[in-house]
């Protein structure tokens, strides 16, 4: 694959005198986007919270249980309803991974994951916050409430 790269980098010079080669740019352009991102205060705290969420959703293998219950629910009715189409592919179970630090792909599939899976997500909150230790009650209601 290197090699590919380094021979279609060398057959573009080769063709254009003035273009030139950054080592690692999509690393280097990601690196900039989040550090911007995090420089502007309400980015910064909408990355907080879904941070919050994804800790405290998917920090116990019971509360990770609930959610996939929960979307296994959604998923089900939606198919009874005839909202939801079912077929080879679809209907994939979805998850919320940690967000990395420097990773801008996995913020986007974070999010995209949390759009597509978000009133089950919210099912396992409002579970939480019935049945959870205080401290967790307390992180559930500020990212219910955006007290941040």
Same mark, same amino acid.
């Given at each position: 694959?290197?090699?590919?790269?380094?021979?279609?980098?060398?057959?573009?010079?080769?063709?254009?005198?003035?273009?030139?080669?950054?080592?690692?740019?999509?690393?280097?352009?990601?690196?900039?986007?989040?550090?911007?991102?995090?420089?502007?205060?309400? =980015?910064?705290? /909408?990355?907080? +919270? %879904?941070?919050? $969420?994804?800790?405290?959703?998917?920090?116990?293998?019971?509360? *990770?249980?609930?959610?996939?219950?929960?979307?296994?629910?959604?998923?089900?009715?939606?198919?009874?309803?005839?909202?939801?189409?079912?077929?080879?592919?679809?209907?994939?179970?979805?998850?919320?991974?940690?967000?990395?630090?420097?990773?801008?792909?996995?913020?986007?599939?974070?999010?995209?994951?949390? =759009?597509?899976? /978000?009133?089950? +997500? %919210?099912?396992? $909150?409002?579970?939480?916050?019935?049945?959870?230790?205080?401290? *967790?009650?307390?992180?559930?209601?500020?990212?219910?409430?955006?007290?941040?």
């Amino acid at each position: 694959m290197q090699d590919d790269i380094n021979g279609l980098k060398n057959l573009i010079l080769k063709e254009n005198k003035s273009a030139f080669y950054v080592h690692c740019f999509a690393h280097q352009l990601q690196l900039t986007l989040v550090t911007v991102a995090k420089n502007h205060i309400n =980015i910064a705290k /909408f990355f907080y +919270v %879904v941070s919050n $969420l994804v800790t405290v959703v998917g920090g116990s293998c019971k509360r *990770q249980d609930a959610l996939r219950d929960a979307q296994f629910a959604k998923i089900k009715e939606e198919l009874q309803n005839g909202v939801r189409r079912s077929g080879q592919g679809l209907n994939q179970e979805t998850n919320l991974r940690r967000l990395g630090d420097t990773r801008w792909k996995l913020y986007y599939g974070t999010i995209l994951n949390l =759009i597509l899976i /978000f009133s089950a +997500v %919210v099912n396992v $909150l409002e579970i939480i916050e019935e049945d959870g230790h205080s401290d *967790q009650k307390v992180e559930v209601r500020s990212i219910m409430r955006d007290e941040y």
